[in-house]
């Protein structure tokens, strides 16, 4: 069964860090290419970034909103994919979700149950 | 950036009437590139249909996603009670956009 468990949301101060964690098992984690969604109270979903397997390069791809502040990043030996969340301004207050992209890259099969981030003074 | 917009943004329906939600996009997307999502309270979204037409596995069959170019429709044949929730769309150009969703409702 495929699992995907994030941990590390929490309230944070705007300019403030967090470093968001997603341990995933029931698939082969070292050959997948793996995405953060993230979705803001009561509103739809936004793509956050992908990180490409290493054997394409580990290479990272973010959204406009968040490119220079958060950096995806992978530890294959431990099954894990982290989301450094630097500079927050409230607008980055969400559930964060970790999934696992699919079919070339189209779309995202599987999610994790999410972990909310909140921005706030 | 690709904008989809969905139609209509709330559907009162009731159990076994047939559903159909439109994902409009502001240019030309692969149908390849075309997916749709079911999400309830408080749950993570669910893959429903890739590729605009494939059914994800374990996806009933009264599910079915058609559509291409700018105009793409998922269509629930008879809704089961299980069925309402908010459906998004989705594709996948220079990078990934999402609808902003339809929510089924009962009537």
Redesign the interface.
């Known amino acids: 069964e495929v699992q995907l468990v994030e941990s590390g949301g929490g309230l944070v101060k705007p300019g403030g860090s967090l470093r968001l964690s997603c341990v995933a098992s029931g698939f082969t984690f070292t050959s997948a290419w793996m995405?953060w969604?993230r979705q803001a109270p009561g509103k739809?979903?936004?793509?956050v970034g992908?990180i490409k397997s290493q054997t394409y390069g580990g290479t990272t791809?973010y959204?406009?909103p968040v490119k220079g502040r958060f950096t995806l990043s992978r530890d294959d030996s431990k099954n894990t994919l982290y989301l450094q969340v630097n500079s927050l301004i409230t607008e980055d207050t969400a559930v964060y979700?970790c999934t696992k992209t699919?079919?070339?890259?189209?779309?995202?099969?599987y999610?994790?149950?999410?972990t909310l981030v909140t921005v706030s003074s | 950036e690709i904008v989809l917009t969905q139609s209509p943004g709330t559907l009162s329906l009731s159990p076994g009437e047939r559903a159909t939600l439109s994902c409009r996009a502001s240019q030309s997307v692969s149908s390849s590139y075309l997916a749709w999502y079911q999400q309830k309270p408080g749950q993570a979204p669910r893959l429903l249909i890739y590729g605009a037409s494939r059914r994800a596995t374990g996806i009933p069959d009264r599910f079915s996603g058609s559509g291409s170019g700018t105009d793409f429709t998922l269509t629930i044949s008879r809704l089961e009670p299980e069925d309402f929730a908010v459906y998004y769309c989705q594709q996948k150009g220079s990078s990934w956009t999402f609808g902003q969703g339809t929510k089924v409702e009962i009537k």
């Open positions: 995405s969604v739809g979903l936004e793509w992908r791809d959204a406009a979700f699919f079919h070339s890259d189209s779309s995202f099969d999610w994790g149950q999410g």
